[in-house]
């Protein structure tokens, strides 16, 4: 079992920067990828990022690449992902993931352990 607690959502304005934190417990935490997700009001859950156990390999989805960045800290066990030049449609619920796995997904079938999610909203 991993319990998985996000935090640093909050209102920003359009150009701003977050960075959203999960802190993991339980089982080793290296030994797990960690993904980001979101969802939008009305939306399906989308993949925005992920990162294998060493942090060695990150992937990212094409809305969000460039701006967005992902990255751990194994002696902390916990998992970030900096948010810069934010806009209005990256508005919602954002979730962290982990999966058993050391192939990292896109899929969010393939994560087993969810947060509770932090909500992010950009204004124009």
């Known amino acids: 079992q991993v319990q998985l607690v996000e935090s640093g959502g909050e209102l920003v304005q359009a150009g701003g920067s977050l960075r959203l934190s999960c802190a993991a417990s339980?089982?080793?935490?290296?030994?797990?990828?960690m993904g980001w997700f979101r969802r939008a009001p009305g939306k399906e859950r989308e993949f925005v990022a992920a990162?294998?156990?060493?942090?060695?390999?990150?992937a990212y989805a094409e809305s969000v690449k460039g701006r967005f960045t992902i990255s751990r800290d194994n002696a902390k066990n916990t998992v970030y992902l900096q948010m810069n030049s934010l806009k209005p449609e990256d508005t919602a619920v954002y979730y962290c993931?982990?999966?058993?796995?050391?192939?990292?997904?896109?899929?969010?079938?393939?994560?087993?352990?969810w947060g509770q999610g932090t909500q992010v909203t950009v204004s124009s």
């Open positions: 993931a982990a999966r058993g796995s050391k192939y990292y997904s896109r899929s969010y079938d393939d994560y087993a352990y």
């Open positions: 339980g089982r080793t935490f290296s030994s797990y990828v």
């Open positions: 990162i294998s156990w060493s942090g060695s390999t990150t």
